[in-house]
């Protein structure tokens, strides 16, 4: 097969979604490689590394006119959407199902492309192409913060020492990016109170599975203390969380609004007069990068170092933090696709995609229909389900 590297285009984006050593891999079984020009050079990988193991380095246009199978990273931005054929493969993040606007997805998704989103490819509730880079932000966000409470509220939250009075920091979800922050932080000592869905024993159970430990007590070993969501009466939450946000000198959310949890339930998680509350300088982040989800305030920015103030709080949404150590990022994300990236380059038809079940679950777009029914649903559009699309696109004419 024909496959083809695309360099991304968006704002700060420095990853790549093959290393030179797996192009040389593919090459080796047949494949022919086609790289654009400087698409690893942020990700520390130039076009004579591409080179020097097999691939072909191209103009734009050159790959995607001699590529079935085209490679990236980030969803693809207004000025990509007539790269796409119907004879394509785009494998990268899509997300279709978050901030993107309807008008902009319909017209993505009549180009006709066959679209596989990194983000829903699994099966039984994992999604190991998304796991790494939640992992990695979960990471990254709670670095982000320290750095700009330092700079911007001159507090220094770690408390490596008793002499360090140290800092105070909510985080909200204890997902794969919740959990990250969390040993961040309390690896270095910060004082942290942790919303939650479940309670102490869910939140342990997870964090020894996460951090391979067995029968560890993180909430006792670390001082952390719980806000146990309300789902029922989501307004004792709230109640809950404000009362804390004043002593608080950074707020990571990392979590995603849920379908028993509809705006008209709860609006937000934390509004405009909760923020308001919040000290001056104080660090306010949506590691999800949802617009205006779960925090009234907060919005999501393409630039890897834009912050801003609101209600006298700096507020930090980078939509693609993984991008700060592009090298690192493309390392691990790579190690998760590049068995995918093998299997479809390997199969002798778009429909054969389907035999696996954790790409078919990962199919958003194919014969110009929207095929995932939670970003149909969010946007308000049609659905089609994949099989429907198979069988009618396979009949004869």
Not at 87 to 104: A, G, M, S, V
Request: charged share 25%.
């Amino acid at each position: 097969m024909n496959i083809g590297v695309l360099k991304e285009i968006k704002e700060d984006e420095w990853r790549v979604a093959l290393q030179p050593i797996q192009a040389q891999a593919l090459s080796r079984l047949g494949h022919n490689i086609y790289v654009e020009i400087g698409a690893g050079q942020g990700a520390g990988f130039s076009d004579a590394d591409y080179q020097a193991c097999g691939g072909k380095v191209a103009i734009k246009d050159e790959v995607l006119a001699r590529a079935r199978l085209l490679l990236k990273v980030k969803a693809p931005l207004r000025s990509e959407y007539l790269d796409y054929d119907p004879h394509h493969i785009l494998f990268t993040y899509l997300h279709f199902d978050e901030n993107i606007d309807p008008e902009d997805l319909s017209e993505l998704i009549s180009r006709g492309f066959l679209g596989i989103a990194y983000e829903w490819v699994g099966k039984g509730g994992r999604h190991p192409l998304l796991e790494p880079m939640s992992r990695l932000t979960g990471y990254l966000f709670a670095q982000r913060a320290l750095e700009l409470c330092s700079k911007e509220k001159g507090v220094f939250c770690p408390r490596n020492e008793n002499l360090l009075p140290g800092g105070r920091a909510l985080i909200i979800g204890c997902g794969n990016i919740g959990l990250s922050a969390f040993k961040y932080l309390s690896d270095l000592g910060v004082t942290l109170t942790v919303v939650v869905t479940r309670g102490r024993e869910d939140f342990n159970c997870k964090a020894n599975a996460r951090f391979e430990t067995d029968g560890v007590d993180y909430i006792g070993a670390t001082g952390t203390k719980l806000i146990v969501m309300n789902n029922k009466e989501p307004s004792r939450t709230q109640d809950t969380i404000a009362a804390a946000l004043p002593q608080i000198d950074i707020v990571l959310n990392c979590a995603v609004r849920r379908s028993n949890l509809p705006k008209k339930r709860m609006e937000y998680l934390i509004d405009r007069s909760m923020v308001r509350a919040m000290e001056r300088g104080s660090i306010l982040c949506d590691c999800t990068a949802c617009d205006r989800d779960l925090v009234e305030t907060c919005t999501s920015s393409a630039s890897l170092y834009h912050s801003y103030f609101e209600e006298n709080v700096v507020h930090y949404n980078c939509d693609h933090i993984p991008s700060i150590v592009a090298n690192t990022a493309t390392r691990l994300l790579t190690a998760r696709t590049f068995p995918y990236i093998r299997y479809i380059a390997s199969l002798e038809s778009l429909q054969a995609i389907t035999e696996d079940e954790s790409l078919r679950n990962g199919v958003c777009c194919y014969g110009g229909h929207l095929t995932h029914a939670l970003s149909a649903e969010k946007k308000g559009l049609p659905y089609r389900p994949l099989s429907n699309v198979v069988e009618a696109m396979s009949r004869p004419i």
